[in-house]
């Protein structure tokens, strides 16, 4: 998805649990493992900036040039393999993401200066968050490739979206679809609430809504 204003729009409301059922019911994976909001009452979405790390050769080499690169309205998806044992994410690039307008960072690894995030209302999601820096430990390797993380495939484009619960990933030529799942979902699990509210059992709710079979993957024939 190329406009990341329609993307932000499109996800508005959308949870990451409601997204990521909606993926289930399509045989998709999209639920990036292992990465939590920085802090709660986060939320972003929008089209996927994607950046690799490896670890230093001999050359060195940078490690955050790129954000000069990223659209407003980009969500930044950082690869570091999962490292927590040094930084690709700091105070310098919260503050100027933020003033840049990108909506959001996402990092298979670690990220610091969480007060200064904080205080710019940057919104961070990352495996955890550690002070030591990645200059002369890790340098950037690809921008704009195709990341793996966790078993999920993400290409540059592809819509993220991030809440309380996480980080998900949908792949841009199937988010329309995805979308709609969520919303349907959505509705059947406030007409669930309603019903219960109403008098009706938990279980007579979800069985008169089909509720268990929400995001049971469905047969595409």
Known sequence: MSDPTAASRLAAGLSTASVSDALDSLGLPGSLHGIGALRQGQRTAGP????????VG?????VGDFLDDVPAGA???????GRTDCTVWGGIMSRTARERGIAGTVI???CRDVAVAAAAGYPIWSVSR???????RVRVAAVQAAVTIGGVLVHPGDVLVADDDGAVAVPAGRWDEVADIARRIDRVEEAVVEAVLGGATLAEARARHGYHSLQTRKDPS
Not at 75 to 81: E, F, G, P, S
């Open 48 to 55: 996927v900036f994607t950046v690799t790390y490896e670890p």
């Open 58 to 62: 001999e050359t060195g080499g940078t």
């Open 75 to 81: 969500v930044v998806l950082i690869d570091n393999a």
């Open 108 to 110: 298979h690894g670690a």
């Open 130 to 136: 550690f002070m030591r820096t990645g200059k002369d």
